[in-house]
């Protein structure tokens, strides 16, 4: 055993069981999402020191101060997206590009956007390596969307704001599905799924979360 009292003879298989049963005991049901979440060695988006806590339920520091998510909160974001096979995705704060590539096994193509140009430029490398060629990353202010590309059947924005920014919400397809945590403060929080219906917006309240802040501007990082 290890500190923690994991396993240290573990094989990568046993590995790999034992973060889906993780994902499984907190929520996450549905199939094609862990499906997805098999595929995506979690591994490949965690570098340096914390590399090897990368299959534990927590999220872990990533460069320019940012976190890459707790793997289960991963799963149930992807579960409430709903995303089918057909679908244009837009995800806002690629982070280290793990959301984003789960994604890219469930839908047509995937918009990522974060406002950290390193994170965009190594999460790029990462997607090239796994040979994912459906996502296109780009540096840019996510609060805006993607203007150019829109509508979208799925947005999921995974840095917290005060509201559901109006030009993501006007970016939505109706019949479209956004996830968003929304909170005041760095500790109350709570993720809210938007659907677009023909006459205005839906608003379901799903969980408390906690999520790095949706911050304006462009970052010269
Ligand atoms: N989805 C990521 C985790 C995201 S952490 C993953 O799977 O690893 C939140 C990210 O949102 C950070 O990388 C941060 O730089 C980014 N972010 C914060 N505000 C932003 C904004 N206005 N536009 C784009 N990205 C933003």
Redesign the pocket.
Known sequence: MTEDGLPDDETAAERKMRFLFALRSRGVTDTRVLTAMERVDRGS?VRGLFAERAYEDMPLP?A?G????QPSV?GLMTQALNVQTRDKVL??????????AILSHLARRVYT????RR?VREAQETFRDLGLVNIVAMA????FGLPDQAPFDRIIV??AAEDPPGPLLAQLKIGGIMVVPVGQSDTVQHLIKVTRLETGYDYEELRPVR???????I?TE
């Open positions: 988006f990533i320019c940012q976190t890459i998510s991963v995800e806002i704060g690629t982070g280290s590009g793990y959301q984003a956007i974060d406002r950290h994170l840019a202010d996510g609060s995974t840095a999520f790095v802040p949706l911050v304006e501007g970052s």
